[in-house]
């Protein structure tokens, strides 16, 4: 594994480096060890599944406050996403500051979540199923979100969203104190 920073505090985009033979390749996601010995988060708790059907589906902008703050590990395994994630931190030098990068299964390719971060994806093919690593169980008395459109963080999308929840389409504008409680820097 090979991990490139994004120009957001702790984020992180994890490049797999798969072992190819006759039979196929097969790709190490995740090693304790490989992970804390990169001064990452070592300890996940839950893996969940997305699989959407349409492109131009968005899921997003989500985060837990604290304690139930939890770092994400995401990898797209069919199909392809736009993974994009927002620095929430306001003691972060890159607080407001966005990164996004395609996820396909062919480019090796995972997108680390800090904590104190919104995370959001758009779907650019069909039948898009992701999977990640969670290190807190979800709350939803803790889960929290940014609206993905909203002008206090300028989101370039690269297509309009077309399937969206009235949740995540709904969330209020960006106030500073939503996020105070959320770990520091």
């Known amino acids: 594994m090979k991990f490139h920073d994004v120009g957001l505090a702790g984020a992180r985009l994890i490049e797999l480096s798969p072992f190819a033979d006759s039979r196929g390749r097969f790709s190490r996601l995740f090693c304790g060890k490989v992970f804390t010995d990169a001064g990452l988060e070592g300890n996940f708790v839950q893996i969940n599944e997305s699989f959407n059907i349409s492109p131009g589906t968005l899921r997003g902008m989500h985060f837990q406050l604290p304690p139930a703050a939890e770092?994400?590990?995401?990898?797209?395994?069919?199909?392809?996403?736009?993974?994009?994630i927002v620095d929430l931190r306001p003691s972060s030098t890159t607080f407001r500051k966005w990164f996004a990068?395609?996820?396909?299964?062919?480019?090796?390719?995972?997108?680390?979540?800090?904590k104190g971060f919104a995370h959001g994806f758009v779907t650019i093919e069909p039948n898009t199923f992701a999977i990640y690593l969670a290190s807190s169980a979800y709350a939803p008395g803790r889960e929290r979100g940014v609206r993905y459109n909203d002008p206090a963080f300028a989101i370039e999308w690269p297509l309009p969203p077309a399937v969206i929840s009235e949740k995540d389409a709904n969330w209020a504008d960006f106030k500073e104190e939503l996020v105070q409680p959320l770990v520091q820097v």
């Open 101 to 114: 990068a395609e996820l396909t299964p062919e480019n090796n390719l995972m997108m680390y979540v800090p």
């Open 71 to 84: 770092v994400k590990v995401v990898r797209c395994v069919q199909g392809a996403m736009w993974d994009c």
